[in-house]
């Protein structure tokens, strides 16, 4: 099969199409940019962390659409496995920039039983920034386990697997410019 049909074979259905997902992430950086306005660029200015390898579209397109300064650095951690419960997370990359007094913005994909997020959300407050908040591309909230804050939200969606816009299924299917949810009997077989 042709990567193209195979692609399609795959993809249940569009949740989200690449317009739907420009406009929100636009209105998100109008958000993001009122709120931190006052943040000046230097070593206090906005750090973005975005989460590899799930969040580097989102990021890309998020933080070029900022009016304010601001850093942007990565973190990377372990893969995820779907039905696991027990929220282990372990960090595979650590960020360069020190984040010690400076306000930091954590990118995240998407939240699904939250574990990870809150992981985060924990080691970060350990190294005391200025301010801590998360912005968050898409949310399961039928799947959280675990109650944990979200700042800025792109979209709730339903319990489905989905992939594109960074998104990945065994690290195929990130670069669709949209959100589709994937076959159950890809993710399921
Ligand atoms: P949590 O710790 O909230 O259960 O899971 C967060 C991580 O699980 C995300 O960063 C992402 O890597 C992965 N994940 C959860 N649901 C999906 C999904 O529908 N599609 C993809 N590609 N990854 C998901």
């Known amino acids: 099969m042709r990567e193209e049909e195979e692609i399609s074979a795959a993809i249940d259905r569009v949740l989200l199409g690449e317009d739907a997902i420009a406009e929100r992430v636009g209105k998100m950086a109008g958000e993001i940019s009122a709120a931190y306005a006052n943040v000046e660029y230097g070593d206090d200015g906005l750090v973005l962390i975005g989460v590899l390898k799930?969040?580097?579209?989102?990021l890309a397109d998020l933080?070029?659409?900022?009016?304010v300064p601001?850093?942007?650095?990565?973190?990377?951690?372990?893969?995820y496995n779907r039905g696991e419960t027990k929220g282990?997370?372990?960090?595979?990359?650590?960020s360069r920039i020190s984040v010690a007094d400076r306000h930091v913005l954590i990118v995240e994909d998407i939240v699904d039983t939250g574990y990870t997020l809150d992981y985060l959300r924990r080691t970060f407050t350990a190294r005391e920034p200025a301010s801590l908040r998360s912005c968050v591309f898409l949310s399961?909230?039928?799947?959280?386990r675990i109650d944990v804050p979200i700042d800025y939200l792109g979209f709730e969606i339903p319990d489905v697997w989905v992939v594109g816009y960074g998104l990945d299924y065994g690290d195929r299917y990130r670069t669709l410019p949209y959100i589709g949810a994937l076959k159950q009997e890809v993710y399921e077989s």
């Open 54 to 58: 799930g969040a580097f579209v989102f």
């Open 140 to 144: 399961k909230p039928e799947r959280r």
């Open 88 to 94: 282990e997370v372990r960090l595979i990359m650590d």
């Open 70 to 79: 601001h850093h942007v650095d990565f973190i990377a951690l372990s893969s």
């Open 63 to 67: 933080a070029r659409r900022l009016t």
